[in-house]
């Protein structure tokens, strides 16, 4: 069966980097697209782009841009959610996400919960 | 930008009652829309697709309809498993969703 399994939660300072990954399984990983949704305590969902799993090349929705990179390592079916100069307001829930069925988001990992606090 | 408006904010129901939920949109995104279910803790999990395509295992008892700008998820008899908050998904053009609908006990 399809499975996305997230890395652990992470607490960071301020202006320190943390890197999310999401290793795949029960299905072909470089025929699908890797989409990544963050969500704010208490908040709603917001798409933060997709990454080429057979290319690599990625796309990132407006205010991604930046700070935030999406990376793979295919020869073990993971994908990585890099962000950079965490600021207190990425503090968040990430999930990494799969549409193989319907076009939609038919698969979602469990989440990663970063925290970022002096 | 699509944006996408969801009412109620809150909806309070019981136990057996019909729920009806509304998801517009900006602009039309024909039917790239899909519904999720989100419990407090747990990833959200794909009800409807395409407006109106039930996912693998979800009940029947979930219903979608709709197409442009104007979309419904409704439950025809809350069990109380359904009392969550529902989120509304567009694929027309980028990704967008929707601010979400908590559905909670009366």
């Known amino acids: 069966q399809v499975q996305l399994v997230q890395s652990g939660s992470e607490l960071k300072k301020p202006g320190a980097s943390v890197k999310v990954s999401c290793k795949a399984s029960?299905?072909?990983?470089?025929?699908?697209?890797m989409n990544w949704v963050r969500q704010a305590p208490g908040q709603g969902l917001e798409w933060m782009g997709w990454?080429?799993?057979?290319?690599?090349?990625?796309t990132y929705a407006q205010g991604f841009t930046g700070r935030f990179v999406f990376s793979l390592d295919t020869s073990v079916s993971t994908a990585y959610l890099q962000i950079s100069s965490l600021k207190a307001e990425d503090t968040a829930v990430y999930y990494c996400?799969?549409?193989?069925?319907?076009?939609?988001?038919?698969?979602w990992g469990q989440g990663t919960l970063v925290t970022v606090s002096s | 930008e699509i944006v996408l408006t969801q009412s109620p904010a809150t909806l309070s129901l019981s136990p057996g009652e019909r729920a009806t939920l509304s998801c517009r949109a900006s602009?039309?995104?024909?039917?790239?829309l899909a519904w999720y279910q989100q419990k407090p803790g747990q990833a959200p999990r794909l009800l409807i697709y395409?407006?109106?395509n039930r996912a693998t295992g979800i009940p029947a008892r979930f219903s979608g309809s709709g197409s442009g700008t104007d979309f419904t998820l409704t439950i025809s008899s809350l069990e109380p498993e359904d009392f969550a908050v529902y989120y509304c998904?567009?694929?027309?053009?980028?990704?967008?969703f929707g601010p979400g609908t908590k559905v909670d006990i009366k």
């Open positions: 990454i080429n799993t057979n290319t690599g090349n990625p």
């Open positions: 998904q567009q694929r027309s053009n980028w990704v967008t």
């Open positions: 395409d407006a109106s």
């Open positions: 602009q039309s995104v024909s039917s790239y």
């Open positions: 996400v799969v549409s193989i069925y319907s076009g939609f988001f038919d698969y």
């Open positions: 029960g299905y072909t990983f470089t025929s699908y697209a």
